[in-house]
């Protein structure tokens, strides 16, 4: 399929409810062929797609109309242009660094990068000085945790929300384990800790990415090296659904999310890398289309962010070729 086909397909109407205090049930959702009824037409097309100098990109954030950060766990961080060149037609490197093997990164609205550093385990902010430097500095450690993942809130970015586990962590959890996400501000003041359920029980087994809209907080939870779920929370850390273990007329793989984000219709986009798909679902958690990305020619898909004009941008991830290079896709969804 080539750069400007399009893919068109439907999907249900899904009628959103306020969200309350959380004191009704949680729902698990598990995807069914029976969530496809055809009611809303969906479509989808790749604009552009672009090579880039690393070879994954783990993690993409949007830091205004024309830039972006993108990094990979090895060390690079960079910024690109998201406007490519007349000539070449490709997105520009405008600042590097380098060294700090982020796990993963966070943008605020004006520019600040923040991003876990897996040499020294610390949360560090990346800023340019009066002589407009670039300048990396840790924040203070605030925990005696791990940080697993970070994001920013876009509404109000002065809040900051952090995955947490115990220093060498497993999968397996012990009488001692602690997996949490926390929000502090960003002077440092600690705002909310959310780890067990109503019924005492564990929320999360590995916190491995965040997002948020309009007071949900949406976690992707790793239970293991190939699979996961995804969380939803109100703001008072009420669970109000997880959505996991797919039909395997829909998938071959066990659902593996790597990278979630939030549509301006407020249905959730999730990124299911091992089965190179993207489920969208509804405000309540229920999935309401199941796309492959293999119609696109997007392979090996791990990150991806909407921009300021919803167009979401997809990274791709190593595809086992020694300095080989991967590529960042332009990707337009309208209709959801």
């Known amino acids: 399929m080539s750069s400007n086909d399009m893919v068109s397909t439907d999907c249900p109407d ?47 954030e949007i830091v205004n109309e024309e830039e972006a950060i993108i990094c990979h766990y090895e060390g690079d961080i960079f910024k690109i242009r998201l406007i490519p060149t007349l000539i070449t037609n490709r997105l520009r490197h405008i600042e590097e660094i380098r060294g700090f093997t982020p796990a993963d990164i966070a943008v605020n ?17 990346v800023k340019k000085n009066n002589h407009n430097k670039i300048q990396v500095s840790s924040l203070p450690k605030l925990f005696i945790l791990e940080p697993l993942c970070i994001h920013c809130e876009k509404v109000d970015d002065s809040i900051i929300w952090i995955g947490l586990a115990e220093f060498g962590a497993h999968y397996k959890q012990t009488f001692n384990s602690s997996r949490q996400i926390v929000s502090i501000s ?25 997002t948020s809209n309009e007071g949900r907080i949406y976690v992707i939870d790793r239970k293991s090296e190939s699979t996961g779920t995804v969380v939803a929370l109100n703001k008072y850390g009420n669970m109000k659904w997880r959505y996991s273990d797919l039909h395997p007329s829909l998938s071959q793989r066990p659902f593996l999310p790597s990278d979630v984000v939030v549509t301006k219709s407020t249905n959730i986009i999730v990124l299911d890398s091992t089965n190179n798909a993207l ?5 309540d958690g229920n999935l309401m289309l199941q796309q492959p990305l293999e119609a696109f020619e997007i392979k090996y898909p791990i990150s991806m962010k909407f921009d300021n004009s919803n167009f979401l941008w997809i990274g791709s991830g190593f595809n086992g ?16």
């Open 14 to 60: 899904d009628d959103d409810d306020d969200d309350d205090d959380g004191t009704m049930s949680p729902v698990s959702h598990s995807a069914s062929a029976g969530s496809l009824f055809m009611r809303r037409t969906v479509e989808m097309k790749v604009i552009k797609s672009f090579n880039t100098k690393l070879p994954a990109i783990n993690c993409i």
């Open 109 to 125: 609205s004006v520019g600040d990068i923040y991003f876990i550093c897996k040499t020294d385990n610390c949360i560090k902010i």
């Open 186 to 210: 960003s002077n440092g003041n600690l705002c909310n800790i959310f780890e067990y359920s109503d019924e005492n029980q564990p929320l999360f087994t590995f916190p491995w990415r965040i």
């Open 279 to 283: 489920h969208i679902l509804s405000y």
């Open 321 to 336: 070729i020694p300095d080989s290079k991967t590529k960042l896709y332009k990707f337009q969804i309208t209709g959801i």
